[in-house]
């Protein structure tokens, strides 16, 4: 090969890097990462903003929302045929009633 064969060839080839380079560093910069989203009852003070705060928060609110229902165990039919009452209770509510 001649010496401007040569050169012209060196040339192509850091072309061709340089692009790669930059291609791949677009896509390496550009990438997008998973914010785990909050609410904001979930957010503790922030001096307490850790891991293991907002896992606590969460684990309150869960328990504030939950609730239990039970079915009434006693079952009226008047006869076979026809339609009866099967009844729910909540137990906390039947709590708060009774006392």
């Known amino acids: 090969m001649s010496k401007i064969k040569e ?6 080839i850091l072309a061709i890097l340089i692009l790669l380079i930059g291609i791949s560093s677009y896509f390496y910069f550009n990438r997008k990462t998973n914010v785990p989203m909050l609410s904001a009852d979930l957010l503790p003070e922030v001096e307490e903003a850790t891991d293991r705060a907002v896992a606590v928060k969460a684990q309150e609110i869960a328990d504030a929302n939950y609730f239990t229902l039970s079915i009434n165990p006693v079952i009226e039919f008047e006869r076979a045929e026809d339609e009866g009452n099967i009844g729910i209770i909540n137990p906390q509510r039947m709590l708060i009633l009774s006392q």
């Open 7 to 12: 050169k012209k060839f060196k040339l192509l």
